[in-house]
Each structure stands twice: as structure tokens, then as C-alpha cells.
């Protein structure tokens, strides 16, 4: 059985959580930090995010599935 979760690049996830106010904070080394005001979030900015990853972001986040890929 395989993952529902995609694998992406980190500016596809970017762009999809900035569709739902996340906004940039700031960058050290290969990570950058979002914000949608309450809470930051941390994207690796490899060439990839793995499956596991983003489902880590999304259920920090709150973001379901569903209405992220809808956002991509």
C-alpha cells in the first residue's frame, strides 16, 4: 500500500501554504521557516521532501491533505 502523500519540491510546498497565508520568516543553511502568524514551520530545502515530512508539516500545520493538493 502506498503513501497518499506526494513527493515534492520544497517551492511547490511553499506555494501552496502561501495560498493559505503562510508567509516566510526566515532561512539558515538548508532549512527556511514559515509563519501563518501563530506558529512556525520549518521545509527542508533539499531537491525533495519526503513523504514523512510532509505529512510532519501538515499535521503541524493543520492543513489537511486534501485541501493542500487542491492548493498545488
Avoid: C, W
Amino acid at each position: 500500500m502506498g503513501s497518499k502523500y506526494p513527493v515534492l519540491r520544497p517551492k511547490e510546498i511553499i506555494s501552496a501554504l502561501s495560498k493559505k497565508g503562510f508567509s516566510f520568516k526566515s532561512k539558515k543553511g538548508s532549512h527556511a521557516k514559515y509563519t501563518n502568524g501563530k506558529n512556525i514551520y520549518v521545509i527542508p530545502m533539499h531537491d525533495t521532501v519526503a513523504k514523512g515530512t510532509l505529512k510532519s508539516i501538515l499535521i503541524q500545520a493543520e492543513v489537511d491533505l486534501d485541501e493542500f493538493i487542491k492548493l498545488l
